[in-house]
């Protein structure tokens, strides 16, 4: 769903989909992290843990200004 920027409702739908890769991102993340503990490797598991630990930059752009923007609502 599109919303022009600046027309009723952007917001709300700026929030839903910030929101919803928020959550993707960190159902990865987490995944790596729980993987990296069920790998017999130790090399292997500290690639996870490295990769797990580069996800979560993008993530924090993102949530950034989904956090500044949290408490705005559409009227």
Known sequence: MKVEKGSYGYRK????????M??????AILAQVIASKLVASQNFSRIL????ILTVLPMANLASPF?????????
């Open 49 to 52: 843990i490295v990769m797990s």
């Open 67 to 75: 956090l500044a923007t949290f408490r705005y609502q559409t009227p």
């Open 13 to 20: 739908v700026y929030k839903k989909r910030q929101g919803a």
């Open 22 to 27: 928020i959550f993707i991102f960190l159902v």
